[in-house]
């Protein structure tokens, strides 16, 4: 049945439509200003186009997709060496090196898509489906074969949506969650966040912060940031090589052109130890939220320091001075993030390999493969 939707497939920002960011009003992620910086500084391994659906002539709903080539990077990381681990590193290049994700991998929650009122869900997804199609032919005619296709990441209730005829050959799968704080509103500064922590844990603050004194930390500028270039990617490169999971790793002039593009939305934090640059965080504004980006640290002064920590009780207190609603941690380090008080929200994803016979091994593959991460939620406040 003819349906009065469409597609259109952009490798550019400049041929973006232009009332594209009417429809990324509600998400930074989504906006011009964000996908040029993917244009500018991802990943090496990484292809990003951007969809637009139209009904008629409109604009009705935007996607973003990211094709990831894993042969070129380590994705179990330097940790393990191990036999298993090997093994592993293969199967990873033999049959799913090429992934085609709609949504944004280099972030946790639902960045895949923005829909206007004059499309139902349904339909805006049917045309995503058949964006994706296209998108495996033109990968095809370079001579990329796509293995995988995923969409992410969605709470339990928004994978309803997706239980329609299109996605009916995809496996529905569960990944760690994403750990968000929520800022209550009778807290105005730090001092009420402390107040409702129960004696262990306020006790941890005051120890973490007890271990930080003499350091200096500082919001750093674009000029900063280019300046503590060298030493602003080896710091990232330790935390990032030693996770347990890798599809990429940032390109060395990513926090630049972050910087660059998003101005003051983009917040790059510096610490300092005798002036010597030994960790940084990042966050993102993002209407009512504010999100964690990378960081990276020494992991000398890291353990000295309780210097993760630190930054995770920094963000919070920026976050509480500032009036905004929650603190998107993301995942990784749950029970830490846990401990100063954040809760998991469980994220699904869709996944389907291009082969038929492997992909009804999905289910049993993706365990294989998927990181397992045991841990225990913590409760902090009184």
């Not at 895949?112 to 499309?119: A, K, L």
């Not at 990329?144 to 239980?163: E, G, M, Q, R, S």
Request: hydrophobic share 35%; glycine share 4%.
């Amino acid at each position: 049945m003819k349906t009065n939707f469409s597609f259109q497939i952009y490798s550019s920002t400049e041929n973006l439509p232009f009332e594209w960011d009417n429809l990324a009003s509600k998400n930074i992620f989504l906006t011009k200003d964000y996908l040029s910086i993917l244009e500018k500084a991802a990943p090496i391994n990484m292809v990003c186009h951007f969809i637009g659906i139209f009904k008629e002539e409109d604009l009705v709903g935007i996607s973003l997709s990211q094709y990831i080539n894993l042969s070129n990077v380590n994705s179990l990381g330097d940790r393990d060496h191990c036999f298993k681990t090997m093994v592993k590193n293969f199967l990873f290049k033999k049959f799913i090196s090429n992934v085609l994700i709609i949504g944004n991998n280099m972030l946790t929650g639902q960045n895949c898509f923005s829909f206007s009122n004059s499309i139902t869900t349904k339909d805006g997804l049917i045309q995503l489906n058949h964006a994706t199609k296209s998108l495996i032919e033109q990968f095809k005619k370079q001579k990329i074969k796509i293995n995988l296709t995923v969409y992410k990441d969605f709470k339990v209730t928004d994978c309803n949506a997706f239980k329609i005829p299109e996605f009916k050959a995809y496996y529905h799968f569960n990944t760690q969650p994403n750990m968000i704080f929520n800022i209550r509103e009778k807290w105005h500064s730090i001092d009420d966040y402390i107040g409702d922590l129960n004696k262990k844990y306020r006790d941890q603050y005051k120890r973490a912060r007890k271990k930080v004194e003499g350091l200096e930390k500082r919001k750093m500028s674009l000029d900063e940031i280019t300046k503590y270039h060298p030493k602003i990617n080896e710091l990232y490169l330790n935390v990032a090589q030693n996770a347990p999971f890798n599809t990429f790793y940032l390109c060395e002039n990513h926090f630049e052109v972050f910087k660059d593009k998003l101005h003051d939305n983009f917040l790059f934090y510096g610490y300092f130890l005798n002036k010597e640059l030994i960790g940084f965080n990042t966050l993102i504004k993002n209407g009512k939220d504010i999100d964690t980006y990378f960081l990276g640290y020494d992991e000398t002064y890291q353990r000295e320091k309780m210097l993760y920590l630190n930054m995770l009780y920094d963000m919070i207190g920026y976050s509480i001075k500032k009036n905004y609603k929650r603190i998107i941690f993301a995942r990784t380090a749950l029970e830490i993030k846990s401990s100063v008080g954040a809760i998991p929200i469980e994220m699904n994803g869709l996944i389907r390999h291009e082969n038929y016979f492997l992909n009804l091994l999905m289910p049993k593959s993706f365990a294989y493969f998927e990181p397992k991460t045991d841990w225990n939620e913590r409760n902090p406040f009184k």
